[in-house]
């Protein structure tokens, strides 16, 4: 009977942890939806995710009076990322572009917003042998 309980509890937890991950999934894409991004490709852990497309919109927004430019977005972004979570981070914006990148593990972020797209990567960094 003992057995019973436990096994009964664990699946319980179980549902319940499954439970969240799928409101937690539905408040990401609300989350999304009211930025008006939209994921291309990625390999990025979520809050990274969610850093450059607050970061995005921030600095979209306060280019709201004037004409969208792609460079400061570009250049933001990369400082964003380079001071956060360490060098080597580049970052493409813009309307049409193409790319081929090798990039480090999780470290890969295509997305558009609103009608501008943007490529954040990481690369690895070694250092200098002297």
């Given at each position: ?42 390999d990025m852990p979520l809050p ?82 002297q």
């Open positions: 009977m003992q057995r019973a309980e436990e096994e009964l509890e664990r699946r319980s937890k179980f549902l319940n942890s499954l439970i969240q991950k799928k409101k937690n999934a539905a408040e990401q894409e609300q989350n999304h939806d009211r930025m008006n991004v939209r994921v291309r490709a990625s990274l995710q969610n850093h450059a497309f607050k970061t995005a919109r921030d600095i979209i927004d306060s280019m709201a009076s004037l004409k969208l430019d792609s460079k400061r977005l570009a250049l933001s972004l990369k400082k964003e990322f380079d001071s956060t979570y360490g060098p080597a981070w580049h970052c493409i914006v813009g309307t049409s572009f193409g790319s081929y990148v090798t990039h480090s593990l999780g470290g890969f972020l295509y997305f558009s917003i609103d009608k501008v797209y943007v490529l954040l990567f990481k690369t690895a960094v070694d250092p200098l042998e």
